[in-house]
């Protein structure tokens, strides 16, 4: 089975609407403890602590969107963010990529890598 990639962006922004999800899931959780008020607060502030960590997620993302380029894809010609060497088309999930060195190269989350050094083979040769 072929493994799908995304666009990075839409990753991390799905990561943290999961983030707002789980933590009203933990602050739900606090209801069947209303005996004891201790352990409903701590389910709380669980709660609490993960929506406010997608808070800072989204923050996150949002400002490091800014700084992505933008560029049209060729396949469905709509206006999307890349973010590294390569990236995958937010619409179409076609794979872009900004370096002339992976033209026509495999599709492979490892070219963003920094400590992993992948050999291009020259097609030329």
Request: net charge positive; hydrophobic share 45%.
């Amino acid at each position: 089975m072929a493994k799908t990639y995304s666009n990075k962006i839409n990753k991390i922004r799905s990561f943290a609407l999961a983030l707002i999800f789980v933590g009203f899931v933990i602050m739900y959780g606090g209801i069947f403890f209303r005996e004891s008020p201790i352990i409903m607060l701590i389910f709380i502030s669980l709660g609490m602590i993960a929506l406010m960590f997608s808070m800072v997620v989204y923050f996150w993302i949002g400002m490091l969107s800014t700084k992505a380029i933008v560029v049209t894809c060729p396949n469905c010609e709509k206006p999307t963010k890349i973010l590294g060497r390569v990236d995958m088309c937010m619409h179409c999930r076609e794979p872009l990529t900004l370096d002339p060195d992976l033209e026509g190269e495999e599709f492979s989350e490892e070219y963003n890598k920094k400590n992993k050094k992948i050999q291009t083979v020259n097609k030329t040769e």
